[in-house]
């Protein structure tokens, strides 16, 4: 199954500010997924992300809050733009993998607003 | 809309004690059914994908079974490391071009006892 790395890791932002995340994966993908697991929530997709087009963004989820960037088949990143305490969760990317090994995860990005 | 249950949201057993995590799904037709494993800080970890009434799987002491209602994450004479959160996804039959979603649910925490 493909590895995915994530940064950073952990963050404890200014409201206001921005934050970039990246997500390195180690084989070419079509298709890269960013979801949020809220407290006590479970995962939420925001958007799929497709190389050399428009990430297709979930409903409740908008491009000038979560601007997506895709250069490559091994990369992406999301921004989580003008960060609100609301906005404190963790924040995964995933892939698609074989049929034996499902959707692969990174291991989070754990997002504090202050 | 698809929505995934599960329960218990938490379950502690003691070394070598059995039992069962249960999914509950509604989905317009259903692609796959997902069960992950996630420890604290870390992104899920793939376990088992089953995609069709009747079908089963199983890895060391866990079982995973599917009914046209629910799955069943059956866990046999667990060990402490068996601890950690388990997670249930569905992906619906219809999808978009470039959409595949996945919807999970709340997760159930599971704790063994040494």
């Known amino acids: 199954s493909a590895v995915i790395s994530q940064k950073p890791s952990r963050d404890i932002c200014q409201r206001g500010t921005s934050l970039t995340i990246q997500c390195q994966v180690d084989?070419?993908?079509?298709?890269m997924f960013w979801y949020r697991q809220q407290p006590g929530q479970s995962l939420t997709l925001i958007a799929t992300?497709?190389?050399?087009?428009?990430?297709?963004?979930e409903s409740g989820f908008v491009i000038d809050k979560f601007p997506i960037s895709r250069p490559n088949l091994t990369f992406s990143t999301l921004t989580v733009s003008n960060m609100s305490p609301e906005d404190s969760s963790i924040y995964l990317c995933?892939?698609?993998?074989?049929?034996?090994?499902?959707?692969?995860f990174g291991s989070g990005t754990r997002l504090t607003v202050v | 809309e698809d929505q995934v249950t599960q329960s218990p949201e938490a379950l502690r057993l003691q070394e070598g004690e059995s039992s069962s995590l249960n999914c509950s799904y509604t989905?317009?037709?259903?692609?796959?059914l997902f069960w992950y494993r996630q420890d604290p800080g870390k992104g899920p970890e793939f376990l088992f994908t089953l995609y069709s009434a009747g079908e089963e799987k199983e890895k060391e002491r866990l079982k995973a079974t599917l009914t046209k209602k629910e799955s069943f994450l059956h866990i046999t004479a667990p060990k402490p490391e068996d601890s950690a959160t388990y997670l249930c996804?569905?992906?619906?039959?219809?999808?978009?071009?470039?959409?595949?979603?996945?919807?999970f649910g709340t997760g159930t925490r599971l704790t063994i006892i040494p």
């Open positions: 989905v317009s037709g259903l692609r796959g």
């Open positions: 084989s070419q993908v079509t298709m």
């Open positions: 995933s892939v698609k993998g074989t049929e034996n090994y499902g959707y692969t």
């Open positions: 992300a497709n190389q050399g087009s428009e990430a297709t963004y």
């Open positions: 996804a569905v992906q619906p039959g219809r999808t978009n071009f470039g959409n595949e979603k996945l919807t």
